[in-house]
């Protein structure tokens, strides 16, 4: 565990594709980002797997309402 004000970036997978394909909530991310919002946390996607129409849409990110620094 780390303080808000000792973290600078929260990196994430939106859909995990190396554990075998998790899609988690939308409102985790969604929490997530609001979180990440309230402490001046940058968010970032990891889109290398589930990026570029893979999932149906150009990002993973986007299924969810998730909009990454």
Not at 3 to 30: D, H, K, S
Not at 36 to 44: E, K, N, P, Q, T
């Amino acid at each position: 565990q780390t303080a808000p004000e000792e973290t600078a970036l929260v990196l994430i997978e939106p859909i995990l594709g190396e554990g075998g394909y998790v899609v988690p909530e939308p409102r985790f991310l969604q929490g997530l980002q609001q979180i990440c919002r309230r402490h001046g946390i940058l968010l970032a996607a990891d889109e290398v797997q589930a990026g570029y129409g893979r999932t149906g849409k150009m990002f993973a990110c986007e299924h969810f309402g998730l909009t990454p620094d």
